[in-house]
């Protein structure tokens, strides 16, 4: 894998144009650094025009957040910690969707200046004062407030919200990364596939008469897209 340190990236996004130094950039990095560096500083222009304390750019960018700390410096924690919401079938709030498709750290989405943030219900205003505008001009913005999968209380399932972000007319995400993230789930999915076979398949006989039925309770309470022969693969090849 890729790793590199220390790396500028520059922006060439109209309303956030400069230059900002990732702690680290890896090949797998979902959104591209250019991307989250231009909406970053596009940010960080607003703040430094509107608010009364100074805001650090560095809260956004997931491989900067340990930036002041030498021990864990370079530590992908982090980016982890964002790709993990992916993973795992989460719903997600309007605003943490919005923060991974532009590649910001997530869970900074509920912390000042951007807790108090309506952007699901947010009207522009022609003067662009408010925190919001700056979201509002996003290509990701307008496709994520669009998108038949957002729920009337602005809620995504992330699985969703991976099929929204590779659609042919947006790909927010970068494809090699979106494969690792697809290898990811996968070995994710088959390590719950494990555990549910752990806990059946020692009532063969007694509650279930077949494995094909103990595949479907997994599918069942999994609530998987797959078929029953996949399943008996899977365990086959990693239930051990």
Known sequence: MAFEKDKTIKSTYPFGKGEVVFDTVNEFRLVSPETTAGIALAI???????????????????????????????????????????????????????????????????????????????????????????????????????????????????????????AEENMFFQKNSLNNIFKQKRKYRNKEICKEWQLLSPLLDSKYQTKVQIYREIIRKQKLSIKEDTIGKIIAKNCK
């Open 44 to 166: 960080q222009k607003w703040t430094d025009a509107n608010l009364h304390y100074l805001f650090d750019i560095n809260s956004l960018i997931p491989e900067n957040i340990g930036k002041y700390d030498n021990l864990n410096r370079y530590s992908e924690y982090f980016v982890n910690s964002s790709y993990d919401l992916l993973k795992h079938n989460c719903v997600l709030t309007f605003n943490e969707a919005l923060f991974i498709l532009l590649g910001l750290y997530p869970h900074n989405s509920a912390l000042p200046p951007f807790h108090d943030l309506d952007l699901i219900n947010y009207k522009p205003f022609p003067d662009g004062l408010t925190l919001e505008s700056v979201f509002y001009i996003t290509r990701q913005y307008s496709a994520l407030k669009r998108s038949v999968f957002v729920s009337k209380d602005g809620k995504i399932n992330s699985e969703n919200l991976i099929i929204l972000a590779n």
